[in-house]
């Protein structure tokens, strides 16, 4: 089985180009893998990918769906300063296109940006200390991981320079007391980034229910192993593998997103 494109979907707008609608399906896509983890917030949080070929262009899920009613037509089309260029019934939210926007114009390896509130990566945001590395997957992001300091609902203009400063060159950001963030060259690597972020999350938070002292990686030799050998590794096809596996399966169960 395959993952539908560009030439299987009968859906496609016209007078689109097969690359624009390509990356529509694939973020459609992503949004109904984001429903089927429950990495779902509601209406809110976002999932923003770069229109192929159109410099400044993004495309953002319209305010006040689901995600599970997301499809690859009623994304909507944006510029980084948040006009509408394609027709939508739809408004986008603020908030999201602040955070997004500034990552997308200020990091031009930033194809995709993802930001969750999903429980176990926002309890971890509330932690005075953060992520601790001494989990398997934790230790895969050591010295991986950017923090920016909670302002509020991310509406302030004022916050966008300290926002990119944070992040600097790195792929993930705990936004602390909020959520998580995740950047990639494509939409499979930022989600596998965040996939391995969300997981040392949640394994954290269920060794420190137990109320038992966490067993620590002593040798530090351990966590350079695993963090060198995440980041050798092939990480693009790694994705890709992980990220088009998960498509498979909502092509079977909800295969709605590809109108």
């Known amino acids: 089985m395959t993952v539908l494109d560009a030439r ?12 624009e609608w390509d990356a529509r399906l694939e973020l459609a896509a992503c949004y109904r893998i984001f429903d089927h983890l429950g ?18 262009h993004l495309l953002i899920n319209p305010f006040g769906l689901m995600y599970s009613e997301i499809t690859a037509s009623n994304l909507v089309k944006i510029d980084l300063e948040g006009n509408i260029l394609s027709p939508s019934e739809w408004p986008i939210n603020e908030a999201g296109l602040l955070i997004h926007s500034v990552i997308h114009g200020s990091r031009p390896d930033a194809h995709c940006v993802m930001h969750t ?8 945001a509330c932690l005075r200390d953060g992520l601790d590395p001494d989990n398997f997957y934790a230790a895969q992001l050591h010295d991986m991981v950017a923090y920016h300091d909670f302002e509020g609902i991310t509406v302030d203009p004022e916050e966008k320079p300290r926002l990119v400063a944070n992040l600097g060159d790195r792929n993930l950001m705990i936004l602390r007391n909020h959520g998580l963030l995740a950047t990639g060259p494509s939409i499979p690597a930022a989600f596998a980034a965040l996939w391995t972020l969300q997981r040392a999350c949640e394994i954290q938070l269920a060794a420190q229910s137990s109320g038992q002292p966490l067993m620590p990686v002593s040798q530090q030799a351990a966590i350079r192993s695993t963090q060198e050998s995440f980041q050798l590794g092939d990480r693009t096809q790694a994705g890709r593998t992980l990220f088009d596996a998960l498509r498979r399966k909502v092509d079977r169960i909800d295969p709605g997103y590809v109108v």
């Open 8 to 19: 299987t979907s009968p859906a496609k707008p016209p007078h689109m180009s097969d690359a």
């Open 117 to 124: 509130h999903t429980t176990a990566g926002t309890g971890v």
């Open 39 to 56: 990495w779902v917030e509601m209406i809110f949080n976002h999932i923003t990918v770069r229109v192929p070929g159109e410099d400044g």
